[in-house]
């Protein structure tokens, strides 16, 4: 009866989850003039898309999947999290049509689409602020769902309301860590930094959260990570490689650039990973 | 229901029985027997339980269905439907008691209080078999009911009261 309820695709859902979701947020509060950043809701899509890939893997009755989409059940973080996916498709695809020119559309697009799409850009640009402000919301709610969906659910390890921000955060980090690949402003740098000290914060307040959660036996499902069976994954994972290196190459190398930024935003994305695989385990441990 | 821990002697008879009138698939269980030992030797006391889905009244597992496919059903009972449910083991993380298990043809599943028999005005299998008469299936709103007297004349304890679930299995100790 204890067998794990969520394997390595939950995992790999919540950590392209919320690196989708700071791709959208990135998108928004970034000017998208650049190449690379005029694709990012494209790519917030397509990266979520492979994210409810492994969703859709995880679940034990895959034909049964429409039945997110008959009811709205509002004390359920998994119901809210559905119609929230649901919802950014139409507004980041429309989003991402008020960045690219008619001409990239035409080379694109199938010719029987084209007057649709041509109309739906038209229509984006005209609403281009309320999309920008659509996207915020959906990829902050998106980012921190992804936290929240642990959170609800009671078991000691992930009895902590600090998992939505802190996952909204590492999110963030995750989504600028691949954009980091493609784009050397020292402006997105900046934004890193931010995110990695904010993570850092966050992830101690979790701990300090669960000192204060007894188990029957005396224990604390913070002893998980302070000399229990995540210790050394944890700490060397998510917090040396996750946090400590890249924080400390941005720091010296005021941004890293060549293949340290390669490397600075390899190690973000490890420990982005790492973390939600950690705590995904801790929490059925 | 009541179970007695004082009169269990963990044979196991509610286990096979269940399994049997519920036909459950082979690997899976909807009630299991849990023996407690506590104390230091040579001073050590040992408890027994037959446990179940608690069928609470402020069930987590119904909370966290984003299908409605878990509800609360007739007389209290907490159920599936089979027809809503997408596997998403939300439920199974919310149980605070670890009574719930993804059926081999996918949908979850979970004791029912024998729901088929209850409302025909049998007892779930489990109580019917028990050689010691440990288990007590009755309307708890009811004053005059068998568990309910128990209950007044017992002392007792649920699991995991501090889950807030307000569990309806009680523990006669």
């Known amino acids: 009866m204890n067998s794990p309820i969520w394997n390595w695709e939950i995992a790999v859902y919540l950590f392209l989850g919320g690196m989708s979701a700071g791709l959208m947020i990135l998108s928004c509060i970034r000017s998208g003039h650049s190449s690379p950043e005029r694709l990012l809701p494209f790519l917030s899509v397509l990266i979520l898309s492979v994210g409810m890939a492994a969703l859709f893997m995880d679940l034990a009755f895959k034909t049964h999947v429409y039945r997110f989409y008959l009811a709205f059940q509002w004390k359920s973080p998994m119901s809210w999290g559905s119609w929230i996916l649901l919802g950014i498709y139409p507004a980041a695809l429309l989003f991402g049509l008020t960045r690219v020119e008619e001409a990239e559309i035409a080379r694109l697009t199938p010719a029987p689409l084209l007057g649709t799409i041509h109309s739906a850009r038209r229509w984006a640009i005209s609403q281009e602020r309320v999309l920008k402000q659509t996207n915020l919301f959906l990829g902050i709610a998106l980012g921190v769902y992804t936290g929240i969906l642990l959170s609800s659910l009671g078991r000691p390890a992930w009895n902590s309301a600090v998992l939505g921000p802190l996952f909204l955060v590492s999110g963030f980090s995750a989504g600028a860590a691949i954009l980091t690949l493609f784009t050397e402003e020292n402006n997105l740098h900046r934004w890193e930094m931010h995110a990695i000290s904010a993570e850092f914060a966050l992830i101690l307040l979790y701990i300090f959260g669960l000192t204060r959660i007894g188990n029957p036996d005396g224990s604390t499902p913070a002893d998980l990570f302070l000399g229990g069976r995540f210790t050394a994954i944890f700490w060397v994972f998510t917090v040396m490689i996750g946090l400590c290196l890249p924080f400390v190459l941005g720091r010296i190398l005021r941004p890293p650039v060549g293949n340290y930024r390669f490397l600075g935003a390899s190690f973000v994305l490890i420990g982005s990973f790492s973390l939600r695989w950690i705590i995904v385990t801790a929490g059925q441990s | ?173």
């Open chain 2, 1 to 173: 229901m009541t179970m007695d821990t004082r009169r269990c002697v963990g044979c196991n008879a509610c286990v096979i029985a269940c399994k049997t009138e519920n036909a459950l698939a082979e690997g899976t269980s909807r009630d299991w027997v849990i023996t407690e030992t506590a104390g230091t030797f040579p001073s050590l006391s040992q408890e027994i339980r037959s446990e179940r889905c608690n069928q609470c009244s402020r069930p987590p597992c119904v909370d966290s269905c984003p299908t409605r496919a878990s509800h609360i059903g007739e007389a209290g009972v907490v159920l599936v439907s089979r027809n809503k449910c997408t596997g998403c083991k939300a439920c199974i993380g919310a149980c605070p008691y670890n009574a719930r298990y993804v059926h081999p043809d996918g949908f979850v599943d979970k004791c029912t209080f024998c729901f088929h028999r209850t409302k025909t005005g049998a007892l779930p299998a489990c109580v019917e078999v028990c050689p010691t008469q440990a288990l007590k299936f009755g309307d708890l709103e009811d004053a005059t009911s068998e568990v309910s007297r128990l209950l007044r004349a017992r002392r007792h304890k649920v699991n995991r009261p501090d889950s807030g679930a307000k569990p309806n299995v009680y523990f006669l100790i």
